[in-house]
């Protein structure tokens, strides 16, 4: 099975900062990875699709990039509601799994 | 807009089989397009894949749920439903149903179940 890992675990930060949180996958997943944002008691939330693409709806402030194995997830200034956990997911092959998650909280 | 809604009992007996169902509006099951899955997530922890079914009925699971978890859809109701037998306290979680595709990822997700394994 392939294992998803993220970094940081956690991080602090203001309005308007940019945050950058990596995920990197056990084998090689081409471009198959996705990312969800959660609130607290709320279901997930596709953020962006196959790596970089921006799922509808979706500021334009969050954006993906990598391939392979290392992936990015970048808030290009962040906003109040943006504090949340992310998780990342490959889609590649199942069993689907999700990172662990990062929690992005008020510095 | 697609919606989707996870029903089901909110306490189980350890040992019984857990059961859910999750009904689907604004798409259809018998879809080709999209996979149909369910998600897992203990309190205060992240989010485990369970597993997904097709309309074909081709079904995937995790391998550290396979022997006790089952998929199946239900076309004429619109919905698919999650069976997962011998439960113990460590499957205690909310349990989200979702629409999945391998390009687009998992797209449109129910607002989660909370179910309690206790005696």
């Known amino acids: 099975d392939i294992q998803m890992t993220q970094s940081p675990s956690s991080l602090s930060a203001s309005l308007g900062d940019r945050v950058t949180i990596t995920c990197r996958a056990s084998?090689?997943?081409?471009?198959?990875v996705n990312w969800y944002q959660q609130r607290p008691g709320k279901a997930p939330n596709l953020l962006i699709y196959?790596?970089?693409s921006l799922q509808s709806g979706v500021p334009s402030r969050f954006s993906g990039s990598g391939s392979g194995t290392d992936f990015t997830l970048s808030i290009s200034s962040l906003q109040p509601e943006d504090f949340a956990t992310y998780y990342c997911?490959?889609?590649?092959?199942?069993?689907?799994?999700f990172g662990p998650g990062t929690r992005v909280d008020v510095k | 807009q697609v919606q989707l809604q996870e029903s089901g009992p909110g306490v189980v007996k350890p040992s019984q089989t857990l059961s859910l169902t999750c009904t689907v509006s604004?798409?259809?099951?018998?879809?080709?397009?999209?996979?149909w899955s369910w998600i897992r997530q203990p309190a205060g922890k992240g989010l485990e894949w369970i597993g997904r079914?097709?309309?074909?009925?081709?079904?995937d699971y995790s391998p550290s749920l396979k022997s006790r978890v089952s998929i199946s859809i239900d076309t004429p109701n619109n919905q698919f439903s999650l069976k997962l037998s011998s439960v113990t306290a460590a499957d205690t979680a909310v349990y989200y149903c979702?629409?999945?595709?391998?390009?687009?990822?998992?797209?449109?997700w129910g607002q989660g179940a909370l179910v309690i394994v206790s005696s």
């Open positions: 997911q490959q889609t590649y092959t199942p069993p689907f799994a």
């Open positions: 079914m097709f309309s074909s009925g081709r079904t």
């Open positions: 604004g798409d259809s099951v018998r879809t080709g397009s999209y996979f």
């Open positions: 196959a790596t970089s």
């Open positions: 979702a629409r999945g595709s391998t390009w687009f990822g998992e797209d449109f």
């Open positions: 084998q090689n997943i081409d471009a198959y």
